[in-house]
Structures are given as structure tokens and as C-alpha cells.
């Protein structure tokens, strides 16, 4: 009863730490550059254009914009909070206020992302304005080192319910279907990204689920591996036994057979 019980709590504290997992690795694989840099634009420019309207500013600014430039390579201003930085090569080309806006957007996200931030992830939430650190290199970090820590909970809960599981055979699979039920929910965050009806509050997903897919697919096939393992594990002793039966029932012929007994000599 106590195994029992055991392998019941060992079980689902492992479910969890594969859940965790899970959504850490999403997260930390949607945070990296080349995944975010396409979302964040997209999201940027939609909260801009409510809040700051950076095309419409260009335009008004555009005759101020190319008499600064005439004579530096950078022009910087701040907005609610927010610092944006347009190449002035870009405003001496002749570009239109929605391609500098662009521009804009672009340099703020990689600007966002590679800035160094004082204070740890969560104590970001009282000293910076979202959504800067939540998309920074640093954030990509944050969550992949929950990755790792909850990898360590997942190896020493399945080295636990090793020891506890009376037929080690079922071990992989006992494993490679917690693997599979700790997936569905992440494959449920892609399902639910593309119908969402707010397209602003979609973006907003997307920058840190855009992975959702590909990290179900990768901890699928984990799962797969597992179950095939057992599987293998199994046939062996399917076929250990089969080998055993047949070595015994050779025996036992063996045994049953009357022996041979050397012929007689004649006398003459």
C-alpha cells in the first residue's frame, strides 16, 4: 500500500514537473530572437498606432526629422516612456513615414530585447514598462533556466518511480505516458492562439507561444521513444520466456526418454 501510494504521488509530481517543463521550453524557444522578432513587430506596431500613432508623428516631425539629419547619423526621442531611435540614412533616402515607422518598431525590439535590465524577471514588473523585459534576451533565460530545473525534477522523480515500479518493464511506459499527457495542454495553446477573436490580444500570445506547436511535436516524440523502448523491453521477454519453455520442455523429453542399454554378448 505504501508503493502504492508511492508511485501515485511520485506520478503526479512528475506529470507537473513535465508540465512545467513543457511551457519553460515553449516559452524560452518563442523568446528567442528569430521567433520573436517577427510577432513583436507586429504587436509593437499595433499598440503604437493606439497609443502613439509613430507614422502619424513622423509625418508631422518629417521637415524637423531632415534638418537634424542633415547633420547626424541618429535621431532619438522618447514617448511615454519608451525610447525609439530612426537611422537618419533611412530619412535623408527619402523614405515614406510608414517605412520609417517600421524602422522604428524594428530597432525598438531589438533594442528591448539585447538591453540589459536590473532586476531579476519578476521584480522587472515594477521598474520597467511591459512589454520591454518580457521580450529581452533576458527573459529567453529566465525561462529556459526553469527548463533546466524542472529537467532535474523530471530525471530524479523518474529515477524514484524506477525504484518503485515492481515490474521494471513498465517503466518506459509509465514515463512516456506522462510525457504524453504533460503535451496536450501546450498542444491546446496552439490550437487556441489562431481562433482567438482579438487579433491585438493573438499577437500578444504569439510573442511567447509561438513554439507551442513545435514544442508538442518534440515532446511527442520523446514520449514515442519511451513507448517504443518499452515495447522492445517487452518483446525480449516475450521471447526470453518462449526460450525458457522450449529449453524445458527439451529437458524433460530428455528426461522421459527410457535409456539406451549396450547389447548383450553371446558366449560361443
Do not use: H
Amino acid at each position: 500500500m505504501i508503493r502504492g501510494l508511492l508511485i501515485v504521488l511520485s506520478s503526479v509530481l512528475l506529470f507537473v514537473s513535465l508540465l512545467i517543463a513543457g511551457i519553460s521550453w515553449d516559452l524560452s524557444s518563442s523568446l528567442q530572437y528569430k521567433s520573436i522578432e517577427g510577432n513583436a513587430v507586429s504587436f509593437i506596431g499595433q499598440i503604437s498606432g493606439q497609443q502613439i500613432n509613430i507614422t502619424q508623428q513622423i509625418e508631422s516631425g518629417m521637415n524637423m526629422l531632415k534638418f537634424y539629419c542633415a547633420t547626424n547619423q541618429e535621431y532619438r526621442a522618447t514617448l511615454q516612456n519608451y525610447t525609439f531611435r530612426l537611422s537618419c540614412q533611412s530619412v535623408n533616402s527619402g523614405e515614406s513615414a510608414s517605412q520609417l515607422a517600421s524602422e522604428v518598431i524594428t530597432n525598438f525590439v531589438s533594442d528591448a530585447y539585447n538591453a540589459s535590465y536590473s532586476c531579476t524577471y519578476w521584480d522587472c514588473f515594477g521598474k520597467y514598462p511591459a512589454p520591454t523585459f518580457l521580450i529581452s534576451r533576458q527573459a529567453e533565460f529566465y525561462w529556459r533556466s526553469i527548463f533546466y530545473y524542472s529537467l532535474i525534477a523530471v530525471l530524479g522523480l523518474s529515477a524514484a518511480l524506477f525504484f518503485l515500479v515492481e515490474k521494471k518493464r513498465n517503466f518506459p511506459f509509465v514515463i512516456g505516458w506522462n510525457v504524453v499527457l504533460a503535451s496536450l495542454p501546450i498542444l491546446g495553446i496552439s490550437k487556441l492562439l489562431p481562433i482567438l477573436n482579438n487579433k491585438l490580444i493573438s499577437d500578444a500570445a504569439s510573442l511567447f507561444f509561438s513554439q507551442s506547436t513545435a514544442t508538442f511535436i518534440r515532446m511527442i516524440l520523446v514520449s514515442a521513444a519511451l513507448l517504443v523502448t518499452g515495447l522492445i523491453m517487452k518483446l525480449f521477454e516475450v521471447e526470453f520466456k518462449i526460450y525458457n519453455l522450449f529449453s524445458k520442455d527439451r529437458s524433460s523429453v530428455q528426461k522421459a526418454a527410457p535409456a539406451k542399454t549396450p547389447p548383450k554378448k553371446t558366449k560361443k
